[in-house]
T-cell receptor
Framework: GNSVTQMEGPVTLSEEAFLTINCTYT??????LFWYVQYPGEGLQLLLK?????DKGSNKGFEATYRKETTSFHLEKGSVQVSDSAVYFC??????????FGTGTKLQVIP | EAQVTQNPRYLITVTGKKLTVTCSQN?????MSWYRQDPGLGLRQIYY???????DKGDVPEGYKVSRKEKRNFPLILESPSPNQTSLYFC??????????????FGNGTRLTVT
């Protein structure tokens, strides 16, 4: 079956630091890949997505590239802000809306 | 405003007392789903529905029921809650038109405590 593995947290960074959250996946076929963000007390919301190999998703300064050769979809941001503190989930969809989530990575950004 | 609305946000109950968590979406989405979120386990799917009167089990369906009588509503029913169902629950919806490319839209969650 499909699976998603993302790095354990929590990740603590100083403001303006560079962020990488690793995500690798196992899937049959050609899934779509997503990053969702969960702010405290809220539901998950879509951060970015990529639907085919070599696609780059981007939003709010975050980026992730769909790497089929390494089955990865790492999330990056060049300069994090305190307001980026949240839990980040990597996810894949293999069709029929069957979505597999990673366990989530908590990011804390300190001033 | 397009949204998924869950109620209640917080619920404390006792073992065996039936409860229902409601979920409603105003985006005319065909697909709706329930997840539970537990520390270290991420989100696990409980049940999903591809359309009215069509429901199916997810990965952890034991102890839960759902119904889909109307397109906008997808209630989660715990007929005899137990402490191991203490968790944070999320309802989500999406359109089926773009297949695997469609992102999920989530409600704000229901934190359930069963004592």
């Amino acid at each position: 079956g499909n699976s998603v593995t993302q790095m354990e947290g929590p990740v603590t960074l100083s403001e303006e630091a560079f962020l990488t959250i690793n995500c690798t996946y196992t899937a049959t076929g050609y899934p779509s890949l997503f990053w969702y963000v969960q702010y405290p007390g809220e539901g998950l919301q879509l951060l970015l997505k990529a639907t085919k190999a070599d696609d780059k998703g981007s939003n709010k300064g975050f980026e992730a590239t769909y790497r089929k050769e390494t089955t990865s979809f790492h999330l990056e941001k060049g300069s994090v802000q305190v307001s980026d503190s949240a839990v980040y989930f990597c996810a894949l969809s293999g069709g029929y809306q069957k979505v597999t989530f990673g366990t989530g990575t908590k990011l804390q950004v300190i001033p | 405003e397009a949204q998924v609305t869950q109620n209640p946000r917080y619920l404390i109950t006792v073992t065996g007392k039936k409860l229902t968590v409601t979920c409603s979406q105003n985006m005319n989405h065909e697909y709706m789903s329930w997840y539970r979120q537990d520390p270290g386990l991420g989100l696990r799917q409980i049940y999903y529905s591809m359309n009215v009167e069509v429901t199916d089990k997810g990965d952890v369906p034991e102890g839960y029921k759902v119904s889909r009588k109307e397109k906008r509503n997808f209630p989660l029913i715990l007929e005899s809650p137990s402490p191991n169902q203490t968790s944070l629950y999320f309802c989500a919806s999406t359109t089926v038109g773009t297949g695997k490319n469609s992102p999920l839209h989530f409600g704000n969650g229901t934190r359930l405590t069963v004592t």
